[in-house]
């Protein structure tokens, strides 16, 4: 008979960690696939000749079946019949999307601009709809191994693999080859890859389920009490409506997340028209074989890994003077190798994708410790409102200023806000809502999210053409005057890249004047996000403290004083 206190794989930490990379890795890709075209939107301008409402049809319209209920019903799926079936179907359903996109890119459907279009906004829909359930089942499936030991923690660690998608996606795709296919399929293959990481995990969890399973049987064998799981009900959706404080993390979900991830597909233009940010790599920088590409994928590799020594070493210590030693010698290092690439880093802040990349690189390296700092601390609402004033902040330097430094600083604030916020929501939806029905409430504020995303992804494109009509019509007739000079995409597309880089076109200043988008009003309207997130962050603290969840408190303590 099965011993009902024997250990299973989740008691086991290097099963724990390894079932987190497994299933991290499809989080890194979906990310990366989400995000990378931010940093293609000018040579998609130039080389396919996309205008700014079509890139924002293409990447808003991503969200469109998710917004219509379909990661709800991954969430019922993911509730009826576990991760595996939810991950498989939903992570097959994003690689095929994928695929689809590359191949329209190449022109494999037709090479006119408009089947182009047509044939990628098919394969982002059908990404866009595995893409939302997969994160649901990464955060359900860290619960599941997580609950009870360092769940904030491997959230945030698995929060961290999707902005290092986010952030090498954003940096490196335009570096691949200059031109939009060869990115595109490099983004689709890598989906692939970490596909079959899953595929490898399905079979740890199928051990686990077993190992579970068998143990609860064992327990009701030994004192007669059973535990019956629950079957699917609809009215756990009403269930979750009725609640105030998930209502409350729901909408704060949607205001924070509107304010960030359509701004991220938009920063690195955002940085070379207003900033005078260049638009090309300068020559020089880190390499790896020659490869300029991969040593930048080396060096975000890098600081992701720094990130989590900070932010688990020190704190794994018994001792003071371990914690002490462990983080000198961490940030001794970290600053000696900063130091060594200070070359590549000055390059890279003068670079519009590199420097953009600073918003998910700052989630990577503080996700991890401000979610150790909740698993050991608490405080889950108030860093809500914290991070809503960082968000704040962030878009008033970037809107109304002209400043590069009071930028910079921006970006470094919403990084930071990026980072605190969904350390601190999702362990808080654990709380709040009971495992069994996770994956239903997961998905229900990814719906509610995509509303928001779906608005602001395609209407920032769309506000940026309409508060500047003159650009649009003088970089129309410039393509067109270029076409007519017997140029090809791709070397219209690297003489409008020489024309707006202040280091390279002494002509930059006419350029600047008749080309370059003013993103003030577009950018600006994110604030009022910023405003929203606070109240309803606010408003959950208050909820919190009707209801007795406990957001205040340590991961495994309840507001009763009973551990969870």
């Known amino acids: 008979m099965y011993d009902a206190k024997q250990k299973t794989l989740k008691d086991s930490a290097a099963m724990r960690w390894l079932a987190l990379l497994l299933v991290s890795g499809l989080m890194l ?21 996309f205008t700014s409402e079509e890139f924002g049809r293409l990447i808003g319209l991503t969200t469109i079946a998710n917004m219509f209920g379909m990661i709800i019903v991954g969430g019922m799926i993911l509730d009826k019949w576990g991760v595996r079936i939810a991950g498989l179907a939903f992570g097959g359903l994003a690689v095929l999307g994928g695929a689809i996109t590359a191949l329209a890119s190449a022109g494999y459907f037709g090479a006119d601009h408009s089947t182009q279009l047509t044939f990628m906004i098919i394969g982002r829909i059908l990404f866009g709809s595995g893409l939302e359930v997969v994160c ?68 740890f969890d199928v051990k686990l389920d077993r190992q579970m399973k068998a143990k609860k049987a064992a327990k009701a064998a030994e004192t007669g009490e059973t535990e019956e799981e629950e079957e699917f009900k609809f009215s756990d959706l009403f269930k979750l409506i009725k609640n105030p404080s998930f209502i409350y993390i729901a909408l704060l979900c949607v205001s924070f997340y509107a ?11 955002l940085l070379i028209n207003k900033f005078n940010f260049t638009a090309v790599l300068p ?23 720094y990130a989590l020594m900070f932010s688990i070493v020190p704190s794994r210590m018994k001792s003071m003077s371990k914690k002490v030693g462990s983080l000198i010698l961490i940030v001794g290092t970290f600053a000696l190798l ?45 860093l809500m409102i914290l991070g809503s004033l960082l968000l704040i902040f962030a878009h008033i330097s ?7 430094t009071l930028a910079y600083a921006g970006l470094f604030s919403l990084g930071i806000a990026f980072s605190l916020v969904p350390a601190a929501m999702w362990p808080s939806v654990a709380k709040i809502v009971p495992q069994r029905r996770l994956g239903t409430a997961y998905s229900s504020m990814f719906t509610i999210q995509n509303w928001g995303l779906g608005a602001f992804f395609w209407g920032i494109g769309a506000l940026l053409q309409k508060v500047n009509p003159a650009v649009v019509a003088n970089r129309a007739a410039l393509n067109e005057e270029l076409s007519g000079l017997g140029m090809t995409q791709s070397e219209i597309s690297e003489e409008i890249i020489k024309m707006k880089d202040p280091l390279i076109d002494s002509g930059f200043g006419e350029y600047a004047q008749k080309y370059l988008y003013d993103y003030t009003i577009p950018i600006f309207i994110l604030v009022i996000c910023g405003v929203i997130s606070i109240f309803l962050a606010y408003k959950l603290k208050q909820a919190d ?20």
């Open 29 to 49: 890709a979906t990310y990366w696939f989400q995000d990378f075209f931010s940093g293609l939107k000018g040579m998609m301008e130039t080389q396919m000749g």
């Open 398 to 404: 970037l809107s109304l200023f002209n400043n590069v």
């Open 545 to 564: 403290k009707r209801q007795g969840y406990g957001l205040e408190l340590p991961s495994g303590e309840s507001a009763d004083g009973t551990p969870e």
């Open 283 to 305: 020559e020089g920088g880190f390499q790896i074989n020659g490869s300029t590409s991969f040593g930048t994928a080396v060096i975000y590799i890098g600081l992701f890994v």
């Open 136 to 203: 649901v089942v990464a955060t359900t499936t860290m619960v599941k191994w997580f609950k009870g030991y360092e769940l904030a923690l491997a959230m945030a660690i698995n929060m961290g693999f999707g902005r290092l998608g986010s952030a090498m996606g954003i940096a490196i795709s335009p570096d691949i080859s200059g031109t939009v296919s060869p990115a595109v399929t490099f983004a689709a293959a890598l989906l692939g890859v970490t596909f079959i990481m899953f595929v490898i995990y399905v079979f």
């Open 259 to 269: 304010a960030v991830f359509p701004f991220i597909q938009y920063a690195p233009d």
């Open 338 to 382: 900063a130091y060594m690439l200070r070359d590549t880093f000055a390059i890279w802040f003068e670079n519009g994708s590199k420097t953009a990349s600073l918003i998910p690189l700052g989630t990577i390296i503080f996700t991890p410790i401000f979610g150790n700092y909740v698993d050991r601390k608490g405080k889950a609402a108030s």
